[in-house]
């Protein structure tokens, strides 16, 4: 069975910087795409950053693009997300996401994963 385990949210303010880690186990954590959601109140769950098997390959909302980061060590079956430049429109529960297609890109549909974490709440006061 895999498990996700999402780390390091907090208040931050406006502008400022976290990161979030997300500790897996369970199967080969470098053989399958990984990404990561958010959900705010009273909205859908959104893609924020999706990263192949490899990690060669990653890819972003245009909401977060060139503000956060999706990097993962395949050694320590870890997966992150730099966050940068936060904005009070990014507080939300934070999702880490595992996807049952090894070898593959991965996508940014939230049905095209098939393990998630129990969220980390990240909050950007103004």
């Known amino acids: 069975q895999v498990q996700l385990l999402e780390s390091g949210g907090g208040l931050v303010q406006a502008g400022g910087s976290l990161r979030l880690s997300c500790a897996a186990s369970g199967r080969t954590f470098g053989s399958y795409p990984m990404g990561w959601f958010r959900q705010a109140p009273g909205k859908e769950r959104e893609f924020v950053a999706g990263?192949?098997?490899?990690?060669?390959?990653?890819y972003y909302a245009d909401s977060v693009k060139d503000r956060f980061a999706i990097s993962r060590d395949n050694a320590e079956s870890t997966l992150y997300l730099w966050m940068n430049s936060l904005k009070p429109e990014d507080t939300a529960a934070y999702y880490c996401?595992?996807?049952?297609?090894?070898?593959?890109?991965?996508?940014?549909?939230?049905?095209?994963?098939?393990?998630w974490g129990q969220g980390t709440q990240v909050t950007v006061s103004s």
């Open positions: 990263i192949s098997w490899s990690g060669h390959s990653t």
């Open positions: 996401a595992a996807s049952n297609s090894a070898y593959s890109r991965g996508t940014s549909r939230s049905t095209d994963y098939d393990y």
